[in-house]
């Protein structure tokens, strides 16, 4: 017998939900049973509803050692504030620890938590972690595709991300989830060539190893893949879920023992809806995740009218083999009103309630 599905929360809410016990509350209130266990919160605030890492890049902006290369109001992906090291200047100078800011942000939500876990005692605080990459890419541009010029910006955010994650991990006892973001690896992967995007997916792989190699023994993540979305509108439109059951693929082909892969997210879909063509699903067939690794199909698209997204539903499990768990492409922060956020759940909710597809015969 099948398990239920779930819905997952990616991490953002919209603006209004602007505290820990509103963002918790949402998703425990709009999910009910279907709640797959972990609750958002620490990405409370107006900042991090739309754009995840700008606070982040706005404490960059603060720091002495870099100087800035472009400013930008952050009304599109490329409007943004970059930076440079200045001459002579290292990222050692820095409290990369304090511009992070994962457990301070835990920390403020570790009230909310408990008194939730009062009634149901197996939630977990989702703690979104964007890569070192992803950070770095933001902030730093292009100098991260260059190995020489990249490693004095990448290895003091991946060593500040880990202290980041040891301390959440010690400060919640075990009652956390980190989601690790990929928007950029996975951006990276979507946009290269089916015949060179495995070597490219490999060296993301083995960073995610490195980095999770360091987190606390018996510590639990998730991956979330995603192509940069907007206003709800993803950076990238692929035809089919190639470049993420790759990207998948290899994550948990380099992934440390000893530390729990829990799910992976896949983004699914133009902003609008979610395919109902079989080719777009048939990769799904090529996954090679861990048993105990949940997919989430990141396919609820509020808009969709239900019956065609049901059917999509269908043809992805179909190929897949398998139930898959349910979300939206994105964080509901994309959402510009609590309203339409509530919508969207609401459609996860109902694709979360549809009958079995029937699993292929070599499943």
Known sequence: MQRERRVHFVGSLPAQLDSPEQAMAFAVDTAGDFLDGMVPGCEADPYRAQWYVRPIIDRFGEIPALAPVRSGDWSTLRSRDTFRLRTGRSMAEADIDAALGYAREAGRAADALAELRRTDPGLRLQVGIPTPFVIGFIAFEARMLLLRKGLPYYRPILDATVREIVRVQEAMRGNVV???ELAAETLLCAGTPAPLRQGLANAA???IARLVARAPHDAHFGVHLCYGSLDDKPAVRPRSAAAVVTLANAIARHWPAGRHLDFVH??????????????????????ELPSTTTVIAGLAHAGQPLAQARQALATAESAYGGRLDVAAPCGLGRYATVDRARSAVAHAVALAQTDPAPVRADG
């Open 205 to 207: 792989g083995r960073a």
């Open 178 to 180: 980190f989601q690790l």
């Open 266 to 287: 896949l983004p699914i879909g133009d902003g609008k809806q979610a395919p109902v063509r079989p080719r777009y699903y048939a990769p799904l067939t090529r996954l």
